[in-house]
């Protein structure tokens, strides 16, 4: 799921390649694959200096990248972050190693919760550890949204856009879901009080008729390009990721374009990702892996993490650590009100899996 930093900090890439090639020499090591600027600036040197190991890091930017390289073999990765749609995938087919928690003594820290609502992806929690989480919901423009709607607008509810009158109104600014099937589907089924990983194909018709009706009335499908609009004002609503909409706030207070962007997690449920450390069952350096997975548990390593992302941690004794504007803010942390609605992705047989893309067809073409 492309649910990550929105630009590629080209600068601190060139800056850990350089690091890493003047200090790889002679020293134990671990070869880390991760999403691309999906760690703190300072934490790949800071692993150096507290451990004695070099990590060897390497970026991708989509899931089906990391799948493939997988799933082929012999990648020489050591730790890898995937996320926890990919991990059923990854775990039949044997790729994965188990976790020892003897061997991961910050491993006390995680969120219990947390590793609960993990268990529908990983079983037991035998494989994986929570790294970051985040959701999708609405991210809206709130002067734009009031205008067509009025005070009371429903930005607390899926209402907002399937709601046909509603969507109709918002049309006029703008309105932009993602190009995800796999993330758009569950949440329509949801809406509807159906499963949202369900098999029944009887579902997806109820799932594609609402959204052809609607259609019309939807900008586009993009999974990058509403980021910029929405700071930029040039769409007032979208469908999208918790970080992707807290950096078009982000984008819009720095422009001082007067854009005021909200994000909103909908009472009727939405999704719940996450992505986590996992340990190749190849690893050519097991003990480091485990040694890198155990720093990054650190409440203390993984709290600035958190900052610079916008994207919560798994470690329920960070959060005290981590900025009060980042942990106070229920776009980020949301209550536990909140997570009790929240529902995770599950992968789906080949079957449902064609059906669901022969759906996303129609939808997107209108027909």
């Given amino acids: 799921m492309r649910r990550h930093r929105s630009y590629l900090n080209l600068g601190m890439g060139a800056c850990l390649s350089a690091w890493i090639a003047a200090a790889a020499a002679d020293s134990p090591s671990v070869h ?33 990248i990391l799948e493939s390289k997988l799933l082929t ?47 529908s992806n990983d079983p037991g929690n035998r494989y994986a550890v929570p790294y970051m989480w985040g959701t ?24 907002l856009l399937f709601k046909e009158e509603n969507l109709a109104r918002l049309s006029q600014c703008g309105v932009a879901l993602l190009d ?73 207070v720095q422009a001082g374009n007067g854009v005021r962007i909200e994000y909103s997690l909908p009472k009727e449920g939405a999704p719940l990702w996450f992505d986590t450390l996992v340990l190749l069952k190849q690893a050519p350096h097991p ?10 548990m650190r409440p203390e390593v993984i709290a600035p993490i958190t900052d610079y992302l916008r994207y919560p941690n798994g470690n329920r004794s960070a959060t005290p650590l981590v900025s009060a504007e980042t942990r106070n803010n229920p776009a980020v942390y949301p209550s536990a009100e909140t997570m009790a609605r929240l529902f995770t992705l599950e992968p789906l047989p080949k079957k449902t899996e064609r059906i669901r893309t022969r759906v996303w067809s129609k939808v997107k073409s209108g027909q």
């Fill in 32 to 64: 880390v694959y991760n999403w691309y600027d999906y760690i703190g600036p300072t934490t790949l040197k800071d692993f150096k200096r507290d451990t004695g190991i070099m990590p060897i890091y390497d970026t991708f930017d989509s899931a089906e």
């Fill in 73 to 119: 073999g012999g990648s020489g990765y050591d730790v890898v972050v995937a996320s926890n749609f990919s991990l059923p995938t990854l775990i039949k087919a044997g790729v994965l190693e188990p976790l020892d928690p003897e061997k991961l003594p910050n491993l006390k820290h995680i969120d219990p919760e947390l590793l609960a609502k993990l268990a």
């Fill in 136 to 159: 999708n919901g609405i991210g809206y423009n709130v002067d734009k949204v009031r205008a067509a709607l009025g005070e009371q607008a429903p930005v607390d509810s899926w209402d």
């Fill in 180 to 252: 995800s099937p796999s993330e758009i589907l569950p949440i329509v089924l949801q809406y509807l009080g159906l499963p949202p990983n369900s098999n029944n194909p009887d579902d997806y018709q109820k799932a594609e008729a609402l959204l052809l009706k609607l259609r019309p009335h939807i900008a586009y499908f993009n999974s990058s390009k509403f980021i910029t609009d929405l700071s930029n004002g040039d769409i007032c609503v979208a469908v999208g990721w918790a970080g992707g909409m807290l950096d078009a706030k982000a984008n819009a």
């Fill in 287 to 296: 003990a480091q892996g485990l040694a890198f997975i155990d720093y990054l």
